[in-house]
């Protein structure tokens, strides 16, 4: 995988991690840690993006993580928190 493919890998996972932040945060009240666990997350995925790629190298990893995190905020505050299908999941 190279840069480019990477970083198109990192904003299509984006787009689907929020429903998974989401289940994650349903029972936490704390906004730290609902924040924690949404970075902790999109670390992970930054991790395993840039270990799958042959390129672990910590600049390349915040890299990816950022661009995960940066498209599921986007994903979440655009879509997701109004979203009818997180009405029929969480009961919100």
Do not use: H
Request: hydrophobic content about 50%; overall charge negative; glycine content about 6%.
């Amino acid at each position: 995988m190279d840069q480019v493919n990477s970083s198109f890998v990192s904003l299509i996972l984006g787009a689907f991690i929020p429903v998974l932040i989401d289940v994650l945060n349903t029972r936490l009240e704390s906004a730290k840690l609902k924040y924690l666990v949404a970075v902790s997350i999109c670390f992970l995925i930054g991790f395993g993006i840039e270990y799958l790629n042959g390129r672990l190298v910590l600049e390349n990893v915040f890299a990816s993580a950022g661009i995960v995190f940066a498209t599921a905020q986007s994903v979440y505050n655009l879509y997701w928190k109004e979203s009818e299908k997180r009405t029929e999941l969480f009961n919100v």
